[in-house]
């Protein structure tokens, strides 16, 4: 396949003139590099190497004014903004931002296209002032500053430019305006060079001026890149541009058109595949590059096309292993590597300039890949120290000194990474040098292992260093809020470069890099509405109409660049894979591209389509089953001689996977900081401020005085337990504060019923309160002890009759301590796991103290305390009309007895596996 370049080197060849006194200006730099090469294949003897330049250097050099970056260039913005403003009307420099990029992207496509800047702002100036009613007298201030700002929108560009211009420098518009200025002197001492464009397409106003200038006097000539079936086709978007300067170009009157070229109709494989996500589309290419590898064992003429570049990492983990060589034209953006997040986690913890920092973003600092190892000192991590301290003790938001007293070994490092910035970013500054300069020297411990993270931390002392310049040049960097602006607008725009043999192997690039290359086998990806093309974006202060009205390019311009971008790399490849996105969505780009759909619809070409889906096996869902082995059977003997709760039992019920996790692999859940106070944290301290409440009256009758006694101590004994339990947790403000509450008014609820009932005629004695047992069960079928452990919350005589009282701080209804038949209430854990626990108090209070009388068992439900004493029930049938017994009788023990046993022993047969319900 004969490449376009090649085909202009060949052409000059046969002129028989010196290749080395040519000039040649190219779109991009990257397409100077293959011209070289091409250069080096065409000629066998040695010369000297042309001057090769990218249109941008170029027309850098006819203007001879030096291009800033977008920060330095919204610096000096500022500064012409702040000598031209008034003091009442003057934005700080993070509003300005705001707007003055916007500003500057239309400057520069004012000087681009050469409009007249007087006539073009006076024109916007006018649109404002219909649209805002400038004639009317009761215009508000902000109206009057508003127009203002249009009306000196010519002022401030002449500002700007006369300022940039004096100081040698320029936006890229600006350099374009200038260049066009001086471009009659470089032809005035330039006349025996020789410029050779070589594949150009769409082009602004000053750019169209510059080579025209240049061909006029015969002191260049342009080769383009176009088939005939885009440029002699009425409505074919590829060839718009070209065709236009074709047809408007003075120059072609008397001139030959060089090239119209016949390669796109040749016999090409296109597919076109259709694959969900992104990360489907990165797999699927590992796939066709590693066919291509086997098949040809060389990708030289090889390109895969990103057409959106966040797909470079997922590309990257999915390149075969056997491809050796690659080129990589784009950097990896700075914004997606791990010591992005860091810096990001420290402007996140510093922005509000609080002395107290919250727990979440302190953990998420800590737990960095790159800090974490800080802390180590021998075979402990006094991050991770810091860390359960704070969820042990709810700790949400610390100090710095709080963290220090926590891992005072380390003191510096949590001095530097905590220490205020008092919303001043030279403080920042120097605290982000230094961390990146300590994480440097520890790297360097293990240099060969940590060659990558170096290079990081390389590029973000860069970063940094230009943020320090900026600030010590302009000092208008006065907040933390606009130190990370202007650190993720860097972010954004820089890039960690990948080194590669340009020339060799597989070729990775973006669709703006693929600019006059070409390649035999073609991948281009994200092949989607709102990638290719780009679709429709108004990040302009010009409207639409005004536009058109002067030549400004609009999404429709944009749209045709792409349109021949993409066809431009399908000319003259023979094997063509063509990827979108089957899954659209917000962020990844919509529906199949238009592309895609124009390819159907001109017919020339045989489209191979398909779908393909990611393999992925049907995966039934399988409850898990752990058979129980000796060892297994030894851990349950010892849970059984320890003792089994009431809980550990109804969580077996519910699911013995679970019982297996807890109880035999001892696993627990992960503990983490209580910001909102958990619904067990507050049971808990209900429980215990109960028994403060009632273990003086144990043994005695209530009375409505001792009541009324407790319901005064009931917020003292409330915070004493909540600061016991919640330990450093607040509770004096937000959601914490309403649950205390809460707390509080559970408790006095309770005590107002116990008063009513007492009021009612009725006796309550206390017999025990939290009652811790621990009792043994006679199961005969096991040759090893069996125990029963548990806390009774309160034992009572109510009018006589013993009542078993289980406290609930959530709501239970009375059907949830009723049951029907004996054999359900160890099966069915939502229906019967309130009865079971009830039940199994009543037992084992009967094994300790046997019964005599018939008994109660129930619970108080402090979400129901309306419907009091909810009272385990046995029905004998369902419905209207069953009859309830709900005094526990040594009959209705041996029947719970029975079930219990049941239980235990399947607990404890070796030949029943531990197996997952479907819960």
Same mark, same amino acid.
């Given at each position: 396949?004969?490449?376009?370049?090649?085909?202009?080197?060949?052409?000059?060849?046969? *002129?028989?003139?010196?290749?080395?006194?040519?000039?040649?200006?190219?779109?991009?730099?990257?397409?100077?590099?293959?011209?070289?090469?091409?250069?080096?294949?065409?000629?066998?003897?040695?010369?000297?190497?042309?001057?090769?330049?990218?249109?941008?250097?170029?027309?850098?050099?006819?203007?001879?004014?030096?291009?800033?970056?977008?920060?330095? +260039?919204?610096?000096?913005?500022?500064?012409?903004?702040?000598?031209?403003?008034?003091?009442?009307?003057?934005?700080?420099?993070?509003?300005?931002?705001?707007?003055?990029?916007?500003?500057?992207?239309?400057?520069?496509?004012?000087?681009?296209?050469?409009?007249?800047?007087?006539?073009?702002?006076?024109?916007?100036?006018?649109?404002?002032?219909?649209?805002?009613?400038?004639?009317?007298?009761?215009?508000?201030?902000?109206?009057?500053?508003?127009?203002?700002?249009?009306?000196?929108?010519?002022?401030?560009?002449?500002?700007?430019?006369?300022?940039? &211009?004096?100081?040698?420098?320029?936006?890229?518009?600006?350099?374009?305006?200038?260049?066009?200025?001086?471009?009659?002197?470089?032809?005035?001492?330039?006349?025996?060079? *020789?410029?050779?464009? $070589?594949?150009?397409?769409?082009?602004?106003?000053?750019?169209?001026?510059?080579?025209?200038?240049?061909?006029?006097?015969?002191?260049?000539? /342009?080769?383009?890149?176009?088939?005939?079936?885009?440029?002699?086709?009425?409505?074919?978007?590829?060839?718009?541009?070209?065709?236009?300067? #074709?047809?408007?170009?003075?120059?072609?009157?008397?001139?030959?058109?060089?090239?119209?070229?016949?390669?796109?109709?040749?016999?090409?494989?296109?597919?076109?595949?259709?694959?969900?996500?992104?990360?489907?589309?990165?797999?699927?290419?590992?796939?066709?590059?590693?066919?291509? #590898?086997?098949?040809?064992?060389?990708?030289?003429? @090889?390109?895969?096309?990103?057409?959106?570049?966040?797909?470079?990492?997922?590309?990257?983990?999915?390149?075969?292993?056997?491809? %050796?060589?690659?080129?990589?034209?784009?950097?990896?953006?700075?914004?997606? &590597?791990?010591?992005?997040?860091?810096?990001?986690?420290?402007?996140?913890?510093?922005?509000?300039?609080?002395?107290?920092?919250?727990?979440?973003? $302190?953990?998420?600092?800590?737990?960095?890949?790159?800090?974490?190892?800080?802390?180590?000192?021998?075979?402990?991590?006094?991050?991770?120290?810091?860390?359960?301290?704070?969820?042990?003790?709810?700790?949400?938001?610390?100090? *710095?000194?709080?963290?220090?007293?926590?891992?005072?070994?380390?003191?510096?490092?949590?001095?530097?990474?905590?220490?205020?910035?008092?919303?001043?970013?030279?403080?920042?500054?120097?605290?982000?040098?230094?961390?990146?300069?300590?994480?440097?020297?520890?790297?360097?411990?293990?240099?060969?292992?940590?060659?990558?993270?170096?290079?990081?931390?390389?590029?973000?002392?860069?970063?940094?260093?230009?943020?320090?310049?900026?600030?010590?040049?302009?000092?208008?960097?006065?907040?933390?809020?606009?130190?990370?602006?202007?650190?993720?607008?860097?972010?954004?725009?820089?890039?960690?470069?990948?080194?590669?043999?340009?020339?060799?192997?597989?070729?990775?690039?973006?669709?703006?890099?693929?600019?006059?290359?070409?390649?035999?086998?073609?991948?281009?990806?994200?092949?989607?509405?709102?990638?290719?093309?780009?679709?429709?974006?108004?990040?302009?202060?010009?409207?639409?109409?005004?536009?058109?009205?002067?030549? +400004?390019?609009?999404?429709?311009? #944009?749209?045709?660049?792409?349109?021949?971008?993409?066809?431009?790399?399908?000319?003259?490849?023979?094997?063509?894979?063509?990827?979108?996105?089957?899954?659209?969505?917000?962020?990844?780009?919509?529906?199949?591209?238009?592309?895609?759909?124009?390819? %159907? $619809?001109?017919?020339?070409?045989?489209?191979?389509?398909?779908?393909?889906?990611?393999?992925?096996?049907?995966? *039934? =869902?399988?409850?898990?089953?752990?058979?129980?082995?000796?060892?297994?059977?030894?851990? /349950?003997?010892?849970?059984?001689?320890?003792?089994?709760?009431?809980?550990?039992?109804?969580?077996?019920?519910?699911?013995?996977?679970?019982?297996?996790?807890?109880?035999?692999?001892?696993?627990?859940?992960?503990?983490?900081?209580?910001?909102?106070?958990?619904?067990?944290?507050?049971?808990?301290?209900?429980?215990? =401020?109960?028994?403060?409440?009632?273990?003086?009256?144990?043994?005695?009758?209530?009375?409505?005085?001792?009541?009324?006694?407790?319901?005064?101590?009931?917020?003292?004994?409330?915070?004493?337990?909540?600061?016991?339990?919640?330990?450093?947790?607040?509770?004096?403000?937000?959601?914490?504060?309403?649950?205390?509450?809460?707390?509080?008014?559970?408790?006095?609820?309770? +005590?107002?019923?116990? $008063?009513?009932?007492?009021?009612?005629?009725?006796?309550?004695? /206390?017999?025990?309160?939290?009652?811790?047992?621990?009792?043994?069960?006679?199961?005969?079928?096991?040759?090893?002890?069996?125990?029963?452990?548990?806390?009774?919350?309160?034992?009572?005589?109510?009018?006589? @009759?013993?009542?078993?009282?289980?406290?609930?701080?959530?709501?239970?209804?009375?059907?949830?301590?009723?049951? &029907?038949?004996?054999?359900?209430?160890?099966?069915?854990?939502?229906?019967?796991?309130?009865?079971?626990?009830?039940?199994?108090?009543?037992?084992?209070?009967?094994?300790?103290?046997?019964?005599?009388?018939?008994?109660?068992?129930?619970?108080?439900?402090?979400?129901?305390?309306?419907?009091?004493?909810?009272?385990?029930?046995?029905?004998?049938?369902?419905?209207?009309?069953?009859?309830?017994?709900?005094?526990?009788?040594?009959?209705?023990?041996?029947?719970?007895?029975?079930?219990?046993?049941?239980?235990?022993?399947?607990?404890?047969?070796?030949?029943?596996?531990?197996?997952?319900?479907?819960?």
């Amino acid at each position: 396949m004969a490449s376009f370049i090649n085909d202009v080197l060949n052409d000059l060849k046969k *002129k028989n003139v010196n290749i080395s006194d040519f000039t040649y200006i190219l779109p991009s730099k990257r397409a100077g590099v293959f011209l070289k090469q091409e250069l080096s294949n065409i000629y066998s003897q040695t010369f000297f190497s042309p001057y090769i330049l990218s249109i941008e250097e170029f027309v850098e050099e006819l203007s001879q004014l030096k291009q800033l970056s977008n920060i330095e +260039l919204l610096f000096e913005f500022y500064c012409i903004y702040l000598k031209n403003t008034s003091k009442e009307n003057l934005d700080n420099f993070d509003t300005f931002s705001k707007w003055a990029q916007i500003l500057l992207q239309d400057f520069n496509e004012i000087d681009r296209y050469l409009i007249p800047q007087e006539k073009i702002f006076n024109y916007l100036s006018a649109i404002q002032d219909i649209n805002h009613w400038s004639l009317e007298n009761n215009q508000t201030q902000l109206i009057k500053n508003y127009l203002s700002f249009w009306k000196k929108l010519n002022t401030t560009y002449a500002s700007l430019t006369n300022h940039l &211009i004096n100081k040698g420098f320029g936006y890229q518009g600006l350099i374009y305006r200038e260049a066009v200025e001086n471009i009659e002197s470089y032809i005035q001492t330039n006349q025996d060079k *020789k410029h050779i464009f $070589i594949g150009f397409n769409a082009l602004n106003t000053a750019e169209e001026t510059i080579i025209q200038e240049l061909l006029h006097n015969d002191l260049a000539d /342009i080769y383009w890149d176009i088939d005939d079936s885009f440029i002699n086709t009425t409505n074919h978007d590829a060839g718009f541009f070209v065709k236009m300067h #074709k047809k408007n170009w003075r120059y072609y009157k008397t001139h030959t058109f060089k090239w119209v070229s016949k390669n796109y109709n040749k016999e090409k494989n296109i597919s076109i595949i259709g694959i969900p996500k992104n990360v489907g589309q990165a797999k699927y290419i590992g796939e066709l590059l590693l066919k291509q #590898k086997n098949e040809n064992n060389n990708l030289n003429n @090889t390109a895969v096309v990103l057409g959106d570049e966040n797909l470079l990492i997922p590309l990257l983990n999915s390149i075969p292993k056997n491809i %050796e060589s690659l080129n990589i034209t784009m950097g990896l953006p700075l914004r997606i &590597i791990p010591l992005a997040s860091l810096f990001d986690k420290l402007f996140t913890l510093h922005k509000n300039n609080k002395a107290f920092y919250y727990y979440k973003d $302190i953990i998420s600092l800590l737990s960095h890949q790159f800090i974490r190892p800080l802390f180590n000192i021998k075979k402990t991590n006094l991050a991770e120290n810091i860390i359960k301290n704070i969820q042990a003790n709810n700790l949400i938001y610390l100090s *710095k000194d709080k963290l220090i007293s926590l891992a005072i070994e380390k003191k510096d490092i949590i001095a530097l990474i905590f220490d205020s910035w008092e919303e001043s970013p030279k403080i920042a500054l120097q605290n982000c040098a230094e961390l990146i300069l300590i994480l440097k020297e520890h790297l360097n411990l293990n240099k060969n292992e940590n060659l990558l993270g170096l290079e990081y931390l390389y590029k973000f002392h860069e970063v940094f260093n230009i943020l320090n310049e900026l600030n010590f040049k302009y000092n208008y960097i006065n907040s933390i809020k606009v130190l990370h602006s202007l650190y993720m607008e860097i972010l954004n725009n820089e890039t960690l470069d990948f080194q590669g043999e340009p020339l060799q192997g597989l070729q990775i690039m973006g669709m703006l890099e693929s600019r006059v290359l070409d390649f035999e086998t073609v991948i281009i990806s994200s092949v989607n509405e709102g990638i290719l093309p780009s679709g429709k974006s108004n990040n302009s202060f010009i409207p639409y109409g005004v536009k058109i009205e002067n030549g +400004l390019p609009t999404y429709k311009e #944009k749209d045709a660049v792409y349109t021949y971008h993409f066809y431009r790399l399908l000319q003259r490849a023979k094997n063509i894979y063509i990827l979108y996105n089957t899954e659209p969505d917000v962020l990844n780009g919509g529906e199949k591209s238009r592309f895609i759909t124009q390819l %159907e $619809i001109e017919g020339i070409h045989n489209l191979k389509q398909f779908i393909v889906a990611p393999k992925t096996p049907i995966i *039934k =869902t399988q409850l898990i089953s752990v058979p129980k082995t000796e060892l297994m059977m030894s851990k /349950i003997k010892s849970v059984a001689s320890n003792g089994f709760s009431p809980s550990s039992l109804t969580n077996y019920m519910r699911n013995p996977i679970d019982f297996y996790y807890q109880k035999i692999l001892e696993i627990k859940e992960e503990d983490s900081a209580e910001e909102i106070v958990a619904s067990n944290t507050l049971g808990t301290v209900i429980h215990n =401020t109960l028994e403060d409440l009632y273990t003086p009256l144990i043994d005695g009758f209530l009375s409505v005085e001792a009541v009324k006694t407790m319901k005064q101590n009931i917020a003292e004994k409330v915070f004493l337990h909540f600061h016991k339990i919640y330990k450093e947790g607040d509770i004096t403000k937000g959601k914490n504060l309403i649950i205390f509450e809460i707390a509080k008014r559970y408790i006095s609820n309770f +005590l107002n019923a116990e $008063i009513e009932t007492l009021k009612q005629g009725n006796t309550i004695k /206390i017999l025990q309160i939290e009652t811790a047992l621990n009792v043994s069960i006679d199961i005969p079928e096991l040759d090893f002890p069996v125990i029963l452990k548990g806390k009774v919350d309160r034992v009572d005589e109510y009018n006589g @009759t013993m009542r078993i009282i289980d406290y609930k701080t959530g709501k239970v209804e009375q059907s949830k301590v009723e049951i &029907i038949n004996w054999e359900d209430i160890t099966t069915d854990y939502t229906k019967y796991s309130k009865s079971f626990q009830v039940l199994i108090y009543a037992y084992m209070l009967n094994i300790s103290i046997p019964f005599t009388n018939p008994v109660e068992a129930g619970i108080i439900s402090f979400k129901n305390l309306k419907a009091g004493f909810l009272k385990f029930s046995k029905k004998d049938k369902i419905g209207i009309g069953a009859k309830k017994d709900s005094l526990i009788t040594q009959e209705t023990l041996e029947s719970f007895y029975n079930e219990l046993k049941s239980l235990i022993l399947e607990i404890c047969n070796p030949e029943i596996p531990f197996t997952e319900k479907e819960v």
